[in-house]
């Protein structure tokens, strides 16, 4: 009975402890048995009547009439540990008591046997007859055609309900056959595969499994290779790395607000801007998406999202979801083995279905042969009844013969033997049926709830994620109510999530968060090789362009007035335009002044113009006519220039000295922030490049990354950084990265991506479209077909015929008797002297 429940359920319960290997030799033994059984017991035509909705409905009631109330449930639901179970079915399914009480037919059997023993076994002889009861009895035709009538009727219903029992030994016959296939099939399909169910099989998964948890398995070939080509592929992402650093403490440079409008340390606005800034924005840009699009950094983030997944703790959690995760496929299989390894490895159910075949088709004829015999032996009672039972003695009286009794005994003597073999027959057959039948019954209804109530007596552990595995694997494998339905298996299996407490699928680890994040990267990478740029430091690259421009042009030159701001406030600086010092409104920060060329691509207003220094500025403002030099305001250019004293009220030299006073406070003070790689606290060059290629290493890296420190810093040193030393620093490192791509690329787009996709990937795929269970269901109900709703219905048919055609027997005998009884006294009363007359 457990065996029959635990077929679903312990199927899937979590395994306490794994071999040392998922599949072992007796696994494949059993799928090469399986293999051999579906040839020998599929390859003869299984002939089972297809049933319809109808008719399971009906064959349903007629298991559930014959379960006793579902007796195994009803045991199962009122037990709370096996004990109990155990107790329980020793009281009710292994009590012959109880059995005998719940099949009618046994309890009949004995009553009519002692009847028989009490009353007719004796019921023949005279001395055995009450005298005065004794008497002749002339029955009209009427009541002789009616008897008749009645006979025909109980010996048609007696022929038909003989007849049934065929039906129902064919229904056993085919249905055993049907399991025997269908057992085969689904021992066949599970453990080595059905290609057209898209099912890989166990043996062959766990297979996989065993692979992948191999090469993860600290120590491996597959994770020495790795290692090595990682170890040897890490320049480029350290050259990427350096790459990035430089690009990202550039930008932040040029996009800080304190440099793009700058500011004294008060908060006082200067009312000046970085055009360059802003006008090598777009270059900057550009210089990023070609780095982060370029096939250097293609090539690090594939190696460094390879690493990701399969080191450190993403390799961890994939290898004990090996163990977690296949446990239980692990189950399943064993399961499959202890339940349906004997359909497959023993020939018990060929033999019952031999035994079948031959004695239940002899049984049945005989059945249907003595209840002809019984019928014919009636039927002549009958006739000589009617047609000779009297004659005319020579005396001239008229004497009954003794043929009617003697016809009428013999059937009805030889009716209560039919009948109580048959009653005996059934009884067994009944009994044996309410635990098949109640255990077909469980079989069909099982689901979670189910499996909730009955789980205390067959230890059955569905608390946390096991639990719920194995109640969603029944649910959506073996008893899907959409049958076209084809579930994944790693979808149903959980293991522990990313965070604490969290739970994700197998398929979302190994699939979407392993293989996809992998694929991907190297379908990126592939996209790139064909069109990203395998050097990023020529002549066309915009990072380079962006070099040459920052070199070409000091940053403090272009930090020239805001013409807007400067108009807002026209008292100050309103004067200076068309004024001999109108030039110096597109001065800049820088002493010297700058020559833009005509195509720098600065815009209209720059390209082709002189960006006028403030030494150049100084002179000219001291130079105006009534003004002298202030000594108290000198710059720190050489020759020192600045503010002017004007002796005449002049409105453009005071709008000059606003000018040169903002100019002053631009070049005076850390009012900039600058960003510079250190190391060891100190400021770092990036220039620092112990050579170019795989073999070369930045001195600025620091366990594979760049360590950067903001300060506060002055015009000249701002501009110094930007234009040289990050304008170097971006040759120095492009350039780097440009011989490690050119030397590393084979060994990342190639050899990496050839060991990870045989090792890991190609194996993933394998099993993620390879494991589905929606034909589970459909074998399954398969089994229930034929074990259930063909064996054991076809079992119980046989009997129901069997038991009515005792009840119609018990009819015949009271017919015959009667005829016999009033023959036997007629005949006896054919003297005066009958005892005598009739011994003589």
Request: net charge negative; charged share 20%.
């Amino acid at each position: 009975m457990k065996l029959g429940i635990v077929l679903i359920c312990a199927s899937l319960v979590s395994l306490q402890g794994q071999p040392a290997r998922f599949v072992e030799p007796k696994d494949r033994e059993l799928a090469r048995k399986a293999r051999e059984k579906v040839e020998t017991a599929c390859g003869e035509t299984v002939t089972f009547e297809e049933l319809t909705d109808e008719d399971y409905t009906k064959r349903r009631e007629d298991l559930e009439m014959a379960s006793a109330d579902n007796i195994i449930l009803t045991v199962l639901k009122e037990s709370d540990d096996p004990e109990q179970m155990q107790a329980a079915v020793q009281d009710k399914l292994a009590n012959p008591g109880f059995l005998a009480f719940q099949a009618g037919p046994l309890v009949a059997f004995i009553f009519f046997l002692i009847l028989y023993v009490l009353y007719f076994c004796w019921a023949c002889l005279p001395c055995c007859w009450c005298q005065c009861c004794r008497r002749k009895r002339n029955c009209p035709k009427v009541v002789k055609f009616i008897f008749m009538l009645l006979l025909a009727a109980i010996i048609l219903g007696l022929v038909i309900a003989a007849s049934l029992s065929i039906r129902g030994f064919n229904a056993a016959s085919s249905g055993f056959k049907l399991t025997q296939c269908t057992a085969a099939q689904l021992v066949n399909d599970t453990m080595g595969g059905n290609p057209e169910q898209s099912f890989l099989g166990v043996i062959r998964t766990l297979e996989v499994f065993q692979e992948l948890k191999d090469s993860l398995d600290p120590g491996s070939d597959f994770l020495i290779e790795l290692e090595q080509i990682l170890t040897n592929t890490k320049p480029i992402s350290d050259a990427v790395v350096v790459a990035s650093a430089t690009m990202s403490n550039l930008k932040a440079m040029m996009e800080a607000p304190g440099n793009v409008n700058p500011a004294t340390t008060g908060g006082e606005d200067l009312l000046h801007k970085c055009e360059l800034c802003s006008i090598l924005a777009p270059s900057l840009t550009s210089a990023i998406d070609a780095l982060d699009n370029g096939v250097g950094t293609a090539l690090a983030q594939t190696r460094e999202v390879v690493s990701e997944q399969l080191q450190g703790e993403n390799l961890a959690k994939l290898s004990d979801s090996m163990l977690s995760g296949t446990a239980p496929l692990v189950e399943l299989k064993t399961v499959v083995h202890s339940a349906f390894g004997p359909f497959v490895e023993q020939d018990t159910l060929e033999a019952i279905t031999v035994q079948l075949d031959s004695i239940g088709t002899l049984s049945s004829v005989a059945l249907i042969g003595v209840a002809l015999l019984l019928a014919l032996c009636s039927l002549l009672t009958g006739i000589c009844w009617i047609c000779v039972d009297t004659h005319t003695a020579a005396d001239g009286t008229s004497q009954h013969r003794r043929i009617t009794c003697r016809c009428a005994m013999c059937s009805w003597c030889c009716g209560c033997y039919y009948m109580l073999f048959v009653l005996l027959i059934s009884g067994i057959m009944t009994a044996a049926s309410i635990p098949l039948s109640s255990m077909c019954l469980v079989l069909e209804d099982v689901n979670g709830e189910l499996i909730r109530d009955i789980a205390a007596p067959l230890e059955l552990n569905i608390s946390g994620p096991e639990g719920d595995m194995m109640i969603s694997m029944v649910e959506k494998c073996f008893r899907n109510p959409d049958p076209m339905a084809k579930p994944k298996i790693l979808d149903l299996i959980t293991v522990p999530g990313e965070t604490a407490g969290t739970t994700m699928t197998m398929y979302e680890l190994i699939v979407n968060q392993t293989q996809q994040s992998v694929n991907a990267q190297f379908d990126a990478l592939t996209q790139q090789l064909s069109t990203g740029d395998a050097t990023l430091w020529n002549d066309a690259s915009p990072v380079k362009q962006l070099a040459d421009t920052l070199t070409a042009t000091p940053l403090s030159s272009m930090l020239l007035p805001d013409a807007q701001k400067l108009a807002d406030d026209p008292t100050k600086y309103g004067a200076l335009a068309g004024s001999a010092l109108d030039a110096y409104l597109l001065s800049g920060g820088s002493c010297a002044s700058l020559a833009i060329a005509s195509d720098a691509g600065f815009g209209a207003n720059l390209d082709g113009e002189t960006i006028e220094g403030v030494s150049n500025f100084g002179s000219a403002l001291r130079g105006l006519t009534g003004s002298v030099p202030d000594a108290g305001s000198d710059t720190t250019c050489t020759p020192a220039t600045g503010k002017a004293t004007c002796t005449t009220a002049d409105p453009v030299c005071e709008a000059g000295n606003n000018l040169m006073d903002l100019k002053l406070k631009l070049r005076d003070g850390n009012i900039f922030k600058c960003w510079e790689f250190t190391k060891n606290n100190a400021m770092c060059n990036v220039n620092t490049q112990n050579g170019m290629g795989p073999g070369g290493s930045n001195g600025c890296l620091v366990n594979g990354a760049m360590e950067t420190r903001q300060y506060d810093c002055n015009i000249d040193d701002f501009s110094q950084m930007v234009s040289g030393y990050y304008a170097s620093a971006l040759q120095t490192a492009f350039q780097d990265l440009d011989a490690k791509t050119a030397s590393l690329m084979d060994d990342i787009s190639a050899d990496l991506k050839v060991l990870v996709n045989d090792k890991v990937i190609r194996k993933i795929t394998n099993v993620a479209n390879g494991l589905t269970c929606g034909f589970l269901g459909d074998a399954y109900q398969g089994v229930l077909d034929g074990l259930c709703y063909g064996g054991v219905w076809g079992f119980q048919a046989m009997s129901a015929s069997y038991v009515a055609c005792a009840v119609l027997t018990i009819f015949l005998v009271i017919l015959t008797f009667i005829v016999w009884r009033i023959a036997y006294d007629n005949v006896l009363m054919n003297s005066s002297d009958p005892i005598t007359r009739y011994t003589e």
